[in-house]
């Protein structure tokens, strides 16, 4: 299928691709939220979690319609891109929602004017079919150091498919050179045993301290990390004023930033391109102009068999839903892009295959897409 391709768009090293008329879905919606970041259906079942931005989860029963909600959350750093974010819970659990061992991860104070991400885990207790909370809850993760400012916080949260570790993003706090210290874990993609403590066998272990955390470095904004269905690890990061890619994620490996980009700096200054620096690991595709990526997806194919394997990406300032396809290389492609015209923040695949998909801001609607 063909979808509508925005103007002038292109991806470093490929055509644009060609516009379209049609579209291979059918969307519904299902009603809309407060400013929502991250959506997570719990294993098994087909409740879907909803984090709204200011502080507070939803969850929706997709079969019958019910919405709940969810207490006993975090205070979180509401500025900016802060907020509360990402929403995932153990591999593994099954059978009722009580009792599942959930994870969060939220913007939070600190001293003076400074901010963190941070990483919480707790169980899921439900008094009803639409009350929830979290008990026994307690920080188990932080971005060191703390900083000034309200971006790039990134915390995206990846179990490995087994579930014996989970993989984190750090964003670089709009700070740049940290991403490239070994010495903070800002910038970087982390791996972390399931209580947030560094996970054994780490790259730069043998340093000590948050560098033992490390699995990668040289990473600027990532607000996505997927694993595809061979279970490598990916990334999705917003660059510059250009620059936007996805990486796949290995470990040891340095990405480059802020030393190259295939972007600019946002008041025109030029950075060095990925070709000119190949010490550092270069981003399987990247965007210039950017596509502003919300969130992205590996597609199992269930529905649209033509779709399988291949990575579905929601757009912020493009407002479309981008599909790119990867060869044995490892090399990306833009295959189709499909408007919405709305700002997209989250998707995520449903138990029965069909991608549901979080508008971003204020009264963002909640959209299921099936085949047309």
């Not at 307690?138 to 570790?165: C, M, N, T």
Request: proline share 7%; aromatic share 10%; net charge negative.
């Amino acid at each position: 299928m063909i979808g509508l391709a925005s103007c002038g768009a292109t991806q470093s090293g490929d055509s644009a691709p060609a516009a379209g008329s049609g579209q291979p879905y059918a969307v519904s919606e299902h009603g809309s939220f407060a400013e929502p970041w991250a959506l997570a259906f719990a294993p098994g079942t087909d409740t879907l979690f909803i984090t709204e931005k200011a502080g507070t989860m939803k969850f929706l029963d997709t079969a019958s319609g019910t919405l709940g909600t969810v207490t006993g959350l975090p205070e979180v750093a509401y500025a900016g891109q802060g907020g509360l974010g990402d929403v995932a819970f153990l591999p593994g659990e099954d059978g009722p929602l009580a009792g599942r061992t959930i994870y969060l991860t939220w913007a939070e104070p600190g001293e003076g004017e400074t901010r963190g991400a941070a990483m919480g885990r707790g169980t899921l207790a439900c008094e009803s079919e639409t009350a929830c909370t979290l008990e026994d809850f307690s920080v188990i993760w932080r971005q060191v150091p703390k900083v000034s400012g309200a971006g790039h916080y990134s915390h995206k949260i990846a179990f490995l498919p087994d579930g014996e570790y989970l993989f984190l993003s750090s964003g670089d706090r709009q700070k740049g050179d940290p991403a490239q210290d070994l010495g903070t874990n800002l910038g970087k993609v982390l791996r972390l045993n399931l209580d947030g403590t560094p996970a054994p066998g780490n790259p730069f272990a043998d340093r000590g301290g948050v560098s033992a955390e490390i699995w990668s470095y040289g990473h600027r904004n990532l607000l996505g990390l997927e694993f595809d269905s061979a279970g490598r690890l990916w990334d999705l990061e917003h660059g510059p004023r250009g620059g936007d890619e996805i990486n796949l994620v290995r470990e040891g490996a340095n990405y480059g930033w802020p030393v190259v980009s295939n972007g600019v700096h946002y008041n025109g200054d030029p950075i060095p391109d990925h070709p000119t620096h190949p010490e550092f690991t270069a981003p399987a595709i990247s965007w210039n102009p950017v596509i502003a990526p919300g969130d992205f997806i590996f597609y199992s194919g269930r529905l649209w068999p033509e779709w399988k394997d291949q990575a579905l990406a929601t757009g912020l300032a493009t407002m479309a839903l981008v599909r790119i396809s990867f060869d044995d290389q490892f090399n990306g492609t833009e295959q189709a892009r499909y408007d919405f015209g709305k700002r997209l923040r989250d998707i995520v695949e449903g138990p029965d295959g069909t991608i549901w998909i979080a508008e971003d801001g204020p009264g963002g609607r909640l959209l299921q897409l099936r085949p047309e």
